[in-house]
């Protein structure tokens, strides 16, 4: 019912930014919990942030707090990940999926739809 596709991925060196977008087509965006995913070689995917159908509803890894802000733009059908004060640490493919729920003390870890991803990597 939803297609996903990231863009935005680049390279940056540390202590600098990129913005993530991940497009929805096929549904609006505002019937959906949507959440970045990261994976890293050799790592394990993890969760990143998460954002309900409320833009004022978010939620982080620690790793990312004070750094990241997910939000929604409704009118282009959008979620942004917004990466500020990036580290080597963040070099990953980042991916947005939809998730079944929102909860403020963490988000789901399993996604739903997927979209195909977007390469992050940071250094000098």
């Known amino acids: 019912q939803v297609q996903l596709v990231e863009s935005g991925g680049g390279l940056v060196q540390p202590g600098g930014s990129l913005r993530l977008s991940c497009a929805a087509s096929?549904?609006?965006?505002?019937?959906?919990?949507i959440a970045w995913f990261r994976q890293a070689p050799g790592k394990e995917r993890e969760v990143v942030s998460c954002i309900s159908h409320t833009v004022g509803n978010t939620a982080y890894t620690d790793s990312v707090k004070g750094r990241f802000t997910i939000s929604r733009d409704y009118s282009k059908n959008t979620v942004y990940l917004q990466m500020n004060s990036l580290k080597p640490e963040d070099t990953a493919i980042y991916y947005c999926a939809t998730v079944s729920y929102f909860s403020s003390n963490g988000c789901p870890t399993v996604g739903r739809n997927w979209g195909q991803g977007t390469q992050v990597t940071v250094s000098s």
């Open positions: 096929g549904a609006t965006l505002d019937r959906y919990v």
